[in-house]
Each structure stands twice: as C-alpha cells, then as structure tokens.
C-alpha cells in the first residue's frame, strides 16, 4: 500500500499538468507542484486561497461567475479557459477542466480537477483570427469583420450609418508608378482612415481594392470634409508627392429588420450617384 501511495505521488508531482482540489467555497486543499510551473507559486502558497485570488480583477469576475453557475448545479465542466497571473506579474492563459466531488447526500463538498498552460496555443490561435479577419495590406478589418461588426449591431437594435468611399485618382498612381507605390498609397490612406476612426469611434474597413467603409454608431457624427481632408492630404513617395480623393456614399439603417446587405448595398447605391453626378459637374 506504501509502495502504491508513493507511486501515485510521484505520477502526480511529476504530470505535466496541474491536479488540483478545492473545497464547497472554491478553497485549494491541494495543488501539485506543477503550480510551481504554471503560476510561478509553491504548493504551500496556493493552498487556502481560491483561483480568482491569482487572476486580473476583471477576469476573476467573468469567471466567478461562470463557475458560481457551474458549482450551483454540480456539473463537470471542461477547456474553460482563463487568464492569470503569475508570481512575477506575467500573464499565462490557463485551461481548466473539473468534476464536482460529492458528498453522501449529494451536497457539494468541491471540485476536482486539472490545469494546463495554452498561453501559445491560444496566442498562435489569435494570430490566426486576426489574419483572417484584417486586411494584410493596410491592416484594417477586411470584408468579412466588417459584415461582423455590422450584424452585430443590428441584432442588439442598434442603428449604425455606413460610409463606403473610394480613391479617385488611383488608378493613375498605379499605372504611371506601379504597384508597389499604389500598395503604399493604400496603406497610407488605411492609416489615416484608422486615426479618424480612432478620433471620431468609427469602425473603419477595408473590403478590397481601393474601396473603404466606416461605419458610424449611433449617436456618433464625422462630417464628410473631414473623411475627405484626410484622404486628400499628400503623400511622399519615392517618385515624390501625390494625392488622390475620395468619392463617398452614406446610408442610415432606419428600419427594425434592416439587413448587412440591404445597408450596404444602399451606401454602394449613394456612392455611385455622387461618382456620377461629379462627372457630370465636370463636363
């Protein structure tokens, strides 16, 4: 039996990952020494204290909460992630799976359970989802975060306006100085289009091309001079300066069952008509 418990300990002390108990109010009673690893602590340091104890305020409260719910009705959970703090201030990105331990009358008497470190599992899935969702070129949300975004704000009532606009004179830059100095134009519009969002709480976008859209929230107001000084401004180049403008077109989602489609073809719609009614100014 000795032989047995010391061959346990050791499978415990030496797992990879963290066994863990806790009490009926959330308290380790006992924590292996992979603690030591995760959070930078010693068993001895961990045990009486809960796991909202070593993690960011903010984030001990959204998992309070969620565990509170999962403890009331004493279930198993499993992969919850979380963030905590290590001893010395970092953060590591904790994986936590757990099954209730119950008493003889069914009371909870605490949870059972492992932690794991996903800090680049996660940070590596991160990276992913920002490249799926971003523009590589200017590093704007691309077409479909923008779709996102949009559908978001229209499922919660909101009523956000959309500006679509495009270059005009871009084509020039492209075909007299080439690719590359048109890719730097679009990134430095890009760039100034991320300030004025920045300035003024829009979501700015870009879905391809040379076209841009930012939406503007409710109550929110960015007057169309100002999107068009920032566009007009020049911009250096190697074969010197150069400036291009901006065409745009604006729509309001105003009624209850607006759609992403219907609010976007209705801006493409005004942006289309303001192209065509400067030409014909320009005749």
């Given at each position: 039996m000795r032989r047995e418990l010391a061959r346990l300990r050791e499978m415990l002390e030496q797992n990879s990952d963290w066994i863990w108990e806790?009490?009926?109010?959330?308290?380790?009673?006992?924590?292996?020494?992979?603690c030591v690893a995760l959070l930078g602590r010693e068993p001895e340091e961990v045990v009486g204290r809960t796991p909202f104890d070593f993690m960011p305020p903010d984030e001990a409260e959204r998992v309070e909460r969620i565990?509170?719910?999962i403890a009331a009705e004493r279930r198993p959970f499993a992969q919850r992630l979380n963030r905590n703090l290590?001893?010395?201030?970092?953060?590591?990105?904790l994986?936590?799976?757990?099954?209730?331990?119950?008493?003889?009358?069914?009371?909870?008497?605490g949870y059972r359970g492992i932690d794991r470190d996903v800090t680049e599992r996660e940070a590596a899935n991160e990276r992913l989802r920002h490249i799926a969702r971003h523009d590589d070129l200017t590093g704007l949300p691309n077409r479909m975060y923008l779709r996102e975004q949009l559908a978001g704000r229209l499922a919660v009532g909101q009523r956000p306006s959309v500006i679509s606009l495009?270059?005009?004179g871009f084509k020039p830059v492209n075909d007299r100085l080439g690719h590359a100095a048109g890719d730097r134009v679009l990134r430095e519009v890009g760039r100034r289009l991320a300030d004025l969002a920045a300035a003024y709480g829009l979501f700015a976008a870009r879905p391809g091309g040379d076209e841009f859209v930012l939406i503007v929230p409710e109550g929110a107001e960015v007057a169309p001079e100002a999107v068009r000084a920032a566009v007009a401004a020049s911009i250096t180049l190697e074969a010197g300066m150069v400036r291009v403008s901006t065409s745009l077109g604006s729509a309001r989602s105003e009624e209850p069952d607006d759609t992403v489609d219907a609010l976007l073809a209705r801006a493409d719609r005004a942006l289309y008509e303001a192209k065509k009614a400067a030409k014909e100014a320009d005749r």
């Open positions: 806790v009490d009926a109010q959330g308290r380790y009673t006992y924590a292996s020494r992979q565990f509170g719910a290590r001893k010395d201030g970092t953060l590591v990105m994986e936590t799976s757990g099954v209730p331990l119950l008493g003889s009358n069914g009371e909870l008497c495009d270059l005009d």
